[in-house]
């Protein structure tokens, strides 16, 4: 009980603090491995429960990962090493606790903790917004320093901020759209989903995130798409709070701030002028891209090896591996054949994720979020490479742990059925032989 609070309170502050307040974070986190290694000496293996098919993949990619890394210590890659964390530690490390968690009643807390979690994110933006504009004074940027908090609030008639929470909001705005698009009635806890949304729509348009715009924007239709596969009707009702939602917070953004149209457009623009070397971010991007596909094709099979660097960043000397573009880079590092791995290892999550919504209804509420969520911040990840923290890999592994619990679960009921026949069975044969 004690580990499972744990776990719920790490996820917690990993949502609201992604890549700050490490120290107090890995307390939490060193107290729960712990209660892991309890649980696994004295319960053994009725401690940690998988399903076959979530260790088979997760070794598959870790023996992978352990592969691609001594491909690149052979061709003396930077950080051939360094990659072992998110590729092969941190795995296993949320394998286990997958295994830990193995209960669908235990793994529904965190779908309200992403809500909660997600809602503190935007208390903290607010907060930050409050402050720089002089409204009230906590000094709470100087508190939140280790989240990068940068804010710009005259940008040319608009508004610019950021914090590292902010990344959450790239998995808890789509979950929440799905969430609502999937509501049965409305509740008082809907209505609050419905609100965190709302805040959170013109936090992003204050943000001048383009990622973030883009993702919230084509959410409905990546929650749409997993619905028709799965054969789950969409009625009329469940779309008018989302076009409330969506009217409201672009109307209460312009409300409270001088908004300008033309310049969100210009910001918006400005993302794909990759041949202006003014715009830094876009033309950095463009050379990232030149430089990784040009790398590729040296070996477009294998690639140069887990935590190798293309020619611009030769010669760097912090985190020469690291890049913007997070899938380009993985297919310069393991080439065709390593991220086909990787690629189908995801693929195989969602299928089965769909394959149990088309046969178990009841599944759906969970899913069908969780999916659009892990599959907008994904689309996210492409321009920043969330996923190579510790903090931002559960956008997988949360899903991977529904998964388990049901397939367990389903086991178990088709080994109780197997009892009950052989039961029905042995007794009958012995009549016959009488």
Known sequence: MISRAAVQLFFFFMLLFPAGFT????????????????????????????????????????????????????????????????????????????????????????????????????????????????????????????????????????????????????????????????????????????????????????????????????????????????????????????????????????AVYDFKVATMVDIFVQGFQFGDPNNVSAYRRAEQFDALVKGWEENPLFGAGHGAAAEDKKGELTEAFAYELGYIALLFQVGILGLAVYAVAVGWLFAQSIRIMVRNFATRDALLPLLTGTSCFLIANATNPYLNKFDYLWVIFLPAAFVNAILLRSAHQRAKTRQKHLGEVIPATRNANE
Do not use: H
């Not at 023996?63 to 690149?72: E, I, K, Q, R, T």
């Not at 210590?73 to 286990?96: D, E, K």
């Not at 979690?117 to 208390?123: C, M, N, R």
């Open 23 to 254: 120290r107090e974070r890995g307390g939490i986190l060193a107290v729960l491995l712990f209660f892991v290694l309890v649980k696994i000496l004295y319960q053994q293996r009725s401690g940690i429960r998988l399903a076959q098919p979530i260790v088979e993949i997760t070794s598959a990619c870790v023996l992978v990962s352990l592969l691609w890394m001594a491909w690149g210590a052979a061709n003396n890659a930077p950080g051939a090493l360094q990659v072992g964390s998110v590729f092969v530690v941190w795995p296993i490390l949320y394998m286990i606790l997958i295994g830990l968690m193995s209960n669908l009643k235990q793994l529904q807390p965190f779908l309200t903790t992403i809500v909660i979690a997600t809602f503190g994110v935007e208390l903290l933006c607010i907060g930050i917004l409050l402050e720089s504009s002089g409204i009230i004074n906590i000094d709470l940027i100087s508190r939140l320093e280790p989240l990068n908090a940068a804010v710009n609030l005259l940008y040319e008639g608009n508004a610019q901020f950021n914090i590292s929470s902010m990344s959450t909001f790239a998995f808890g705005l789509p979950f929440l759209v799905a969430k609502i698009l999937y509501a049965r009635k409305l509740s008082r806890w809907s209505l609050f989903e419905i609100f965190v949304l709302l805040l959170g729509v013109v936090i992003i348009l204050f943000s001048g995130k383009r990622a973030f715009w883009i993702i919230v924007a084509i959410s409905p239709i990546v929650f749409v798409s997993f619905a028709k596969i799965i054969g789950e009707k969409i009625a009329l009702q469940r779309i008018l709070p989302l076009i409330f939602v969506s009217v409201a917070g672009v109307g209460l953004a312009f």
